[in-house]
C-alpha cells in the first residue's frame, strides 16, 4: 500500500503544476484586463465630482448650489471615495499574484461588491432629485426648478450620467472578482458531526 501511495504521489503534483500554470495564463489576461478596468473610472468619478463640485447658479431668483442638497453632497462623496478605491485596487491588481490568496481575493471581492451599490445608491438618489427639479410635485405643489436654474440642472445631470457610466465598470468588476473567487478558490467546508462528512457551505 505505501509503495503505490509513493508512485501516485508524483502525478498528483504534476497535475497541480498543470493546473497552476493554467491558472497563470488565464490569469495574466485577465489583469491585464482587470487594471485597465479600474483605472478607467478614476477619471470618470473624479470628472463627476468636479462637475458637482462646480454646480451653482445665481440670477434673479435666487441662488442655488449641490451643497443645499443632500443627495448631491453624497454624489460627491460617494464618487470621490470610489476614485480613491478604483486608483488603489488597479495597483494591487496590476501586481503578480494579486489573487493568490483568498483573504486578498475576498477582500477585493466584498469592497467590489460595496463600492457599486455605493455609486448606485448614489446616482439613483441623484436621479430623483432630479427629476423633482425638472418635473415638480403637483401633489405638494412643488414647481419644478430647472426652468429657472437650467444651468445648474444641466451640470448636475452631466455628473449624474458619469456616475451611472462608473456603476457599469463596477458591475463589471464585480462579475470579473467573483469570477476569480470562485474558480479560483473551492468554498469553504464544514463538517457534520452526525454524518462525519465535509460539506461546502455554498450548498447548505
Not at 478607467?40 to 473624479?46: E, N, S, T
Not at 471581492?109 to 403637483?138: H, M, N, P, R, W
Not at 463538517?191 to 461546502?200: I, L, P, Q
Request: charged share 15%.
Amino acid at each position: 500500500m505505501e509503495k503505490i501511495d509513493d508512485h501516485l504521489k508524483p502525478s498528483h503534483s504534476v497535475s497541480a503544476g498543470a493546473a497552476t500554470e493554467k491558472w497563470e495564463e488565464v490569469s495574466t489576461g485577465i489583469r491585464t484586463a482587470e487594471t485597465m478596468l479600474r483605472v478607467a473610472p478614476v477619471g470618470l468619478c473624479v470628472a463627476a465630482l468636479v462637475i458637482m463640485l462646480k454646480d451653482s447658479q445665481t440670477n434673479e431668483y435666487g441662488e442655488v448650489s449641490y451643497s443645499n442638497l443632500t443627495a448631491f453632497r453624497y454624489l460627491v462623496h460617494a464618487n470621490g471615495i470610489c476614485a480613491g478605491y478604483s486608483l488603489l485596487s488597479a495597483a494591487i491588481a496590476a501586481m503578480p499574484g494579486s489573487s493568490s490568496t483568498m483573504p486578498r481575493v475576498w477582500t477585493i471581492f466584498c469592497l467590489d461588491q460595496i463600492l457599486t451599490y455605493v455609486v448606485l445608491a448614489a446616482g439613483a438618489v441623484s436621479t430623483e432629485v432630479l427629476y423633482l427639479a425638472y418635473k415638480g410635485d403637483d401633489a405638494i405643489t412643488w414647481s419644478d426648478a430647472c426652468s429657472s436654474f437650467g444651468s445648474f440642472c444641466h451640470k448636475a445631470t452631466a455628473s449624474v450620467i458619469i456616475t451611472f457610466v462608473v456603476v457599469c465598470f463596477y458591475v463589471v468588476l464585480s462579475l470579473i472578482s467573483s469570477y476569480k473567487l470562485f474558480t479560483r478558490f473551492d468554498p469553504p467546508a464544514t463538517v457534520d458531526s452526525n454524518k462525519n462528512v465535509e460539506v461546502a457551505v455554498f450548498g447548505s
